[in-house]
C-alpha cells in the first residue's frame, strides 16, 4: 500500500503569510501549511489518512486501501488525531483510528 504526492513544483523562496501548500496525492489532493525552521521553509501537511480506518470489523485486520475523495482535505494545523496510547488515561477524543502520516517536505534555505 502507498500514497504518492508530486514533487514537481517550482518553489518560490519566499511566501505569503496566508499563503497554504497544496499537492495532489494518489487519493485526493490535500491542503497544509508552511513552516520555517532553522532557516529552512517546509510544507507541512499532518494526519494524512493512507488507508481505511482500523476499526470495526476492519480491527486486527491488514488495512484495506483507501477511497478517494474529490474535496481538497486540509491538513492544516488544526487537524488532529488522537491515536489511543495504552498505559496511560484514557480521553473521549482518543480513537483507534490512527492510520495518518504528518509529512514534511523541506522547500529552499530561507536567507
Not at 532553522?38 to 485486520?61: D, M
Amino acid at each position: 500500500m502507498s500514497v504518492s504526492i508530486s514533487t514537481s513544483k517550482n518553489f518560490p523562496l519566499t511566501v505569503a503569510a496566508d499563503a497554504r501548500p497544496s499537492r495532489q496525492t494518489t487519493h485526493g489532493e490535500i491542503q497544509g501549511y508552511f513552516m520555517e525552521s532553522s532557516g529552512t521553509l517546509a510544507e507541512v501537511y499532518e494526519a494524512v489518512p493512507y488507508a481505511q480506518p482500523p476499526v470495526a470489523s476492519l480491527r486486527f485486520q491488514p488495512p484495506k486501501p483507501l477511497a478517494e475523495w474529490n474535496e481538497t482535505l486540509d491538513c492544516g494545523k488544526d487537524r488532529m488525531v488522537r491515536c489511543i496510547q495504552f498505559g496511560e488515561k484514557h480521553s473521549k477524543t482518543e480513537t483507534e483510528d490512527c492510520l495518518y502520516l504528518n509529512i514534511v517536505i523541506p522547500r529552499k534555505q530561507v536567507i
